[in-house]
């Protein structure tokens, strides 16, 4: 149904967008990948990106999105700031305020501009860490919003939005990309790729989920 249409991935390098990646190579006949580079504490991210789009032959666009770095800076982008869970209901030090916000806003820019008619993103609600900008709620906003400033049809697409993390493991392993994800991704926030550096939040909660589906996997 969708075999003939043009779709934009927002993707990052990490485990999710990656599998979000395989899952629009699976679904539409032409993916392109965009990535944002806001000065990311680690460049490995970007470069894995990179290797990641070419390896798969997928076009890729990088996006100067400096000004978010600027403008909010966080534990993701300044090594002076350190990589803490959100307590007692506080967001966590990673938290970006408006992120996802621009990040799709450009994704709907780029999409536009090449006439693609699809946006997928790796956003999970499931096992979100507290960000508001995961929530299905406010891509649906999202989704009427960008239609309405561009007069578009947009569709935003989420497939991970109510898997948890042993399920998008699941999911990368029925698209056949379960080694490719384990490998080549990057999802620690101390820029380690593949399993990580295993201490940060980012590692645990990926390992958690390999874990877990490694364990529903031998039981099968
Ligand atoms: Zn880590």
Not at 22 to 33: D, I, N
Not at 58 to 73: G, R, T, W
Not at 150 to 171: C, G, R, S, Y
Not at 200 to 208: G, S, T, V
Request: aromatic letters at 8%.
């Amino acid at each position: 149904m969708l075999k003939d249409e043009k779709a934009v991935v927002v993707f990052s390098g990490g485990q999710d967008s990656t599998t979000c990646l395989f899952w629009a190579k699976e679904q539409f006949a032409e993916v392109v990948a965009v990535t944002f580079d806001y000065n990311q504490r680690h460049i490995t991210e970007i470069e894995c990106a990179k290797n990641i789009t070419k390896e798969l032959g997928i076009k890729h666009h990088i996006l100067d999105m400096s000004l978010l770095n600027q403008l909010a800076p966080n534990a993701l982008t300044r090594d002076d700031i350190a990589v803490k869970e959100g307590e007692n209901g506080e967001l966590p030090s990673t938290f970006v305020p408006g992120r996802n916000l621009l990040f799709m806003s450009f994704a709907g820019v780029l999409a536009s501009q090449i006439g693609a008619k699809h946006i997928i993103t790796g956003v999970c609600e499931t096992d979100f860490s507290g960000y508001p900008d995961c929530r299905d709620i406010f891509v649906k906003s999202l989704n009427v919003t960008l239609n309405l400033s561009m007069d578009e049809q947009f569709v935003i697409h989420t497939p991970l939005m109510w898997l948890n993390k042993a399920e998008t493991w699941k999911l990368a392993d029925e698209l056949g990309a379960f080694d490719f994800v384990r490998e080549k991704t990057l999802t620690c926030y101390n820029g380690i790729v593949a399993d990580g550096c295993g201490e940060c939040p980012a590692c645990k909660l990926r390992k958690k989920g390999l874990d877990d589906y490694l364990e529903e996997r031998k039981g099968l």
